[in-house]
């Protein structure tokens, strides 16, 4: 049984609470209605948004599906063109991996989360807003592409030369290029999210080793999304950059490499395949046990094979290519990972087979089970084939044929989209007046299982026999005909049991509260009863399955018994803990409902796609009144310390408001600085290897080069630049005092970090060098390029900063807002000098 | 009944780090086995093996005795958590993992380096 290291024999709260209590949190949580709907921030109105959405991207990436299916459901069909097909199944790739996959997962880290962390919402509710609908609207223009003619057509790995402009002409690529990597960021925001949440919003109690499995899969997919993420994002910029103003990165002649896409792309893509999986799993770790009325077996085991899993899986991008001529050693050490994360991953499946066993017969089998039996017989052959590819040898065979599609789609419909449906039948009733049917549900599970199987099956042996992958059609001489309208019948089946789904969401899913709270007899938190506040109060938390340990915990949180049973500050709040033993720290005054939020997403949007049918100058107006919109959104987050400290219960008496590195806005900007961290790490690494692949682009006579005065004065700048934010902070006035110092520091070291960027980029001019010649010249001014966009936003911060010092809201208390400016200016300020160092250093030393 | 006079602290990123030990040793093997192997072959072509086999052998076996002491002796990077604020329980909840995650590191560097000892230095077998 799970270890309880702290019963508390009182309680944080006495009954009666004061009459009144209750109403004022239902007044502060209400939901808006009509058209401020676009307003809402709860987490279960965001949650259901995000899922819905991530659904129905699903449903139309399946009938994109549908239509290949058909289309080679026979030899030599011409019911779509060869043009069409391969815009067919760029969008299916694309939008079940960016569109549907990965936001399903966020979605599921928005609405679970809060509820089974007891908390009140997320730590930035309007940044998960502003996330959906980025995605949402991003998303929708993007899909919609299809219907237009105007889809990207290069796969959903958009491999170069073939995307560049010479052989992709047109705005095609470009959609995929721009919207992606827009919705790319939406991912990025989420993650920050859900990192800042899981280590700061837990109960009181839940310290790291109680957290639920679901938590510590989020978080590993979090700090996935914080690494991997970027590496696609550069190759998005370097891509679209190259497309749009000729600079080589992938073109041989200009000494780029088309490779260096593939290492970059594949950096991101691998882990991906985890980033989708592992919270799948997490779900699978939270229905077992419940299920099998037993703790989980080997709740440690089965946290180190997460966090193990996340860390292999950024060893196998090479594992994609390795038909691309690499030498054999290099191609060992990929393999060698490849086979290694499967290590982890049977970690995980034998624990959940052992806790299924440990029930002896009291297993319960249901919708939700049978998903998960279903996932556990589809995962482990997809692992299986996974080391199959694994071996070099072997993938040199299978390589491109539909033997990789159905190993693909095993690993992925089996390790994430039976998990999700298990889900929608498991968690419905948390968020919906009546649970979803079990007849409609076995009828689901059976016809997609049985579809699945139909459809993927025989692609392993239509791989085997030579089939190739993304190909229009076949000749009737292949043999390959019968095997594929098996396929295609399969494809239809599992469309069935999807549609079978959609009509018992319609009959029996309506949003509002079971009348059971806890119908499955789960021991996790988000079984306690809620309202739109989540929970009454905030429970102390002693073990894993506190409702299975902890005797009436449901009757005490609904009466208010435990911490913060009330609304202190007359706001939006939640109790924020300490990162490993879930200590009270203080109370987080949260926003509610906006609009700045919603159009920050829309003019976001609106930018990126203007760009990307290169309608410039609206594009800017747009991309203005975004940062406008994200000004005013955040001038309100910092609300002071003026309402605290307020009393939680258990004689905490908690402050409202803190800085530095206790403070969730810190953790955030901390968050960031890794994400801006990744990012550059690859341009480092694209830096090297362009190096390697053609030193002759490179400068052969330092006298080529800037001479080390440009340098040295470049980093002098940027260095008196991350002083004056120092000495900023310093010279803050007291409450209630203004200092024209402060402003002025803070502007100078701006400043001064622009002029440094700009002295970066003119005196590579001066020497010649020209980014549209060669390869060189190109990951030079990308240098200058990346340190620019850092050293705008900091720009930016800083003219908020100085706003609001001259409002009165910058003092030497309320400092939040120019301590995340300053973290961000010295991590521009690193980031510059590690750049100055290879730029200005590294020619010199080859 | 606790009054909190001030904010709890803790700190984190030391536990996070210490935690993710083993992890971030295969990483590094992985890195310089991969980043070693690429550029020497690059620049010295024909004059790579040697190169390549004492840096990856000497890597690897630095790896793996890094790990072995994680295993074996976790104290040694134990000593470096010194916050006085942690439970037993969270102390030795942390203490399983890092050793666990050495162990399955273990398995990646080992696969990654006796690679070496099968498969031609610098050439493609394709």
Request: with cysteine; hydrophobic share 55%.
């Amino acid at each position: 049984m799970t270890e309880i290291t702290e019963q508390k024999k009182a309680l944080p709260n006495t009954l009666p609470r004061p009459a009144g209590e209750e109403e004022q949190l239902l007044h502060i949580w209400a939901q808006p209605t009509g058209w401020r709907w676009f307003t809402a921030v709860n987490n279960t109105t965001i949650g259901l948004l995000y899922i819905g959405a991530a659904f129905t991207f699903f449903v139309l990436a399946g009938l994109v599906a549908l239509v290949m299916r058909t289309q080679l459901a026979v030899p030599e069909n011409h019911l779509v063109s060869q043009d069409l097909y391969n815009q067919l199944f760029t969008m299916h790739g694309t939008t079940m991996m960016f569109l549907f996959a990965v936001p399903a997962m966020e979605a599921l880290g928005v609405l679970l989360l809060p509820q089974m962390l007891a908390a009140r919402d997320l730590p930035f509710p309007r940044l998960s807003a502003f996330s959906v609908w980025a995605y949402i609207i991003g998303g929708s223009v993007f899909f919609s592409t299809i219907f237009y003619d105007l889809a990207p057509k290069g796969g959903w790995f958009m491999y170069t030369p073939l995307t560049l402009t010479e052989y992709s002409p047109g705005n095609n690529a470009d959609f995929w290029l721009l919207g992606i990597g827009f919705i790319e960021i939406s991912a990025i925001a989420g993650a920050i999210e859900i990192i800042v949440g899981i280590l700061r919003t837990r109960p009181p109690g839940m310290s790291l080793d109680k957290l639920p499995i679901f938590g510590w899969s989020m978080l590993v997919f979090a700090g996935m999304i914080v690494v991997a993420f970027p590496a696609v994002i550069l190759a998005t910029m370097f891509l679209e950059i190259e497309r749009s103003f000729g600079w080589p990165f992938f073109t041989a002649a200009g000494g780029g490499d088309p490779l260096l896409w593939q290492h970059l792309f594949w950096f991101f893509g691998h882990p991906e395949v985890y980033i989708i999986f592992l919270p799948a799993a997490g779900l699978v770790s939270m229905i077992v046990p419940t299920m099998a009325r037993t703790p989980l077996v080997g709740y440690k085991l089965i946290v180190v094979a997460l966090i193990a899993t996340g860390f292999f899986s950024f060893g196998l991008w090479v594992h994609h290519m390795f038909a691309t001529g690499i030498p054999s050693l290099s191609l060992a050490f990929f393999s060698a990972t490849s086979m290694a994360v499967a290590v982890p991953s049977g970690i995980q499946v034998f624990a959940w087979i052992a806790t299924i066993a440990s029930a002896k017969g009291r297993f319960q089998l249901n919708t939700p089970s049978l998903f998960v039996l279903g996932m556990l017989f589809i995962f482990t052959v997809g692992g299986l084939t996974g080391v199959m590819v694994a071996m070099v040898p072997f993938d040199w065979q299978a390589h491109d044929t539909h033997f990789v599609v159905a190993h693909l789609h095993y690993v992925l419909v089996g390790g994430m989209v039976f998990p999700l449906f298990a889900t929608f039948y498991y968690w419905a009733p948390m968020v919906s007046t009546q649970m979803l049917s079990e007849r409609l549900g076995k009828w689901t599970f059976w016809l997609m299982f049985i579809g699945f199987n139909v459809t993927f099956f025989h692609m392993h042996i239509t791989g085997l026999i030579g089939m190739p992958r993304r190909v229009w059609t076949y000749s009737e001489a292949s043999g390959l005909g019968p095997y594929n309208f098996a396929s295609t019948v399969g494809a239809y089946i599992i469309a069935a049991g999807v549609l079978v789904f959609i009509i018992d969401v319609m009959r029996n899913f309506r949003v509002g509260r079971h009348g059971m709270s806890n119908p499955w007899r789960a021991g996790t938190l988000e079984w306690l009863p809620t309202d739109v506040y989540s929970t009454r109060s905030i429970p102390h938390v002693t073990s894993r399955e506190p409702l299975w340990d902890q005797a009436n915990l449901a009757e005490q949180v609904e009466s208010g018994e435990h911490y913060l049973p009330n609304a202190p500050t007359g706001g939006r709040e939640t109790i924020v803990t300490s990162a490993i033993e879930a200590k009270p720290q203080y109370i987080i005054q949260m926003l509610g409902p906006g609009w700045m939020h919603f159009f920050a997403a829309v003019f976001t949007a609106a930018c990126f796609l203007l760009l990307t049918i290169k309608v410039v100058v609206p594009a800017l107006v747009c991309g203005v009144l975004a940062i406008v919109c994200f000004l005013v959104w955040a001038w309100d987050l910092d609300k002071g310390p003026a309402k605290g400290p307020i009393d939680i219960g258990a004689g905490f008496r908690l402050p409202v408001y803190v800085t530095g590195p206790v403070g969730h806005g810190w953790w955030a900007m901390v968050v960031l600085m890794l994400v801006a961290g990744s990012l550059y790490f690859a341009y480092l690494f694209s830096y090297l290897y362009t190096w390697t692949v053609s030193p002759g682009v490179w400068p052969s006579d330092a006298a080529n080069l800037p001479s080390l005065q440009w340098p040295a004065v470049i980093a002098l700048l940027f260095i008196a630049g991350a002083a004056f934010f120092a000495v900023a902070k310093a010279t803050l006035p007291e409450p209630g005092e203004k200092s024209l110092l402060t402003p002025l520091l803070v502007l100078l070291g701006a400043l001064l970090s622009v002029f440094a960027v700009y002295l970066e980029i003119r005196c590579q001019w001066q020497t010649g060098l020209n980014p549209v010649k060669s390869s060189y010249g190109a990951l030079v001014y990308m240098a200058g390029i990346l340190d620019g966009q850092l050293v705008f936003a900091v720009l930016m911060m800083s003219l908020f900063v100085i706003a609001r010092h001259f409002t009165g809201k910058l003092d030497r208390v309320r400092l939040a807002s120019l301590e995340n400016t300053n973290l961000l200016a010295y991590y521009t300020v690193a980031q510059a000098l590690i750049g100055l160092l290879v730029i200005h250093g590294f020619p010199r030393m080859i | 009944m606790a009054t909190s006079k001030q904010v709890f602290s803790e700190k984190f990123i030391g536990i996070a780090l210490l935690s993710l030990a083993g992890p971030f040793i295969w990483v590094v093997h992985f890195a310089v086995v991969y980043g070693v192997h690429h550029i020497v072959c690059v620049t010295l072509k024909n004059n790579a093996d040697f190169w390549v086999h004492i840096a990856i052998i000497v890597i690897t076996v630095a790896a793996l005795l890094a790990l072995l002491a994680l295993i074996i002796k976790p104290d040694i990077l134990q000593r470096l958590d010194r916050d006085q604020v942690r439970q037993e329980t969270t102390k030795e909840f942390f203490a399983g993992i890092m050793r666990l995650l050495a162990l399955l590191s273990v398995f990646g560097v080992l696969w990654s380096g006796i690679a070496l000892f099968f498969l031609p230095t610098c050439a493609s077998v394709t």
